[in-house]
């Protein structure tokens, strides 16, 4: 097994969550998602970046407004749709599902069953 390919695979799997967990809030340019991700430790290039903004707001979740910059054209912002909101509940919901069911075969594997 090749690790560092599982480890990009759920790197991916998990991708589009993040970016929808950091718009729920507040609309962001890009260069502000991936500065946030890569605080967040989820290290993700623009040539990633941009093709899967541009499938998430084809796909109804997110929108975009420009606004002006001080530094030059305007600037796309993305945002959450209300749809987008629907959306984000349900994976919140099976994030925690995920979660517990990690948890509950680690605490297996380590003979400290939690239920």
């Given at each position: 097994?090749?690790?560092?390919?599982?480890?990009?695979?759920?790197?991916?799997?998990?991708?589009?969550?993040c970016?929808?967990?950091?718009?729920s809030?507040?609309?962001?340019?890009?260069?502000d998602?991936?500065?946030?991700?890569?605080?967040?430790?989820?290290l993700?290039?623009?040539?990633?970046?941009?093709?899967?903004?541009?499938?998430?707001?084809?796909?109804?979740?997110?929108?975009?407004?420009?606004?002006?910059?001080?530094?030059?054209?305007?600037?796309?912002?993305?945002?959450?749709?209300?749809?987008?909101?629907?959306?984000?509940?349900?994976?919140?919901l099976?994030?925690?599902?995920?979660?517990?069911?990690?948890?509950?075969?680690?605490a297996?594997?380590?003979?400290?069953?939690?239920?």
């Open positions: 097994m090749n690790v560092d390919n599982a480890k990009s695979q759920m790197r991916k799997g998990m991708l589009e969550y970016i929808m967990l950091l718009l809030e507040e609309a962001c340019y890009t260069s998602i991936i500065a946030r991700l890569k605080e967040a430790n989820l993700v290039v623009e040539g990633t970046l941009y093709p899967l903004l541009t499938r998430l707001k084809n796909d109804g979740v997110l929108s975009y407004e420009w606004r002006e910059s001080t530094q030059g054209p305007p600037r796309k912002y993305y945002l959450l749709t209300p749809e987008g909101h629907s959306i984000l509940t349900q994976l919140d099976a994030w925690q599902e995920i979660e517990s069911t990690v948890g509950n075969l680690k297996l594997k380590y003979g400290n069953p939690k239920y």
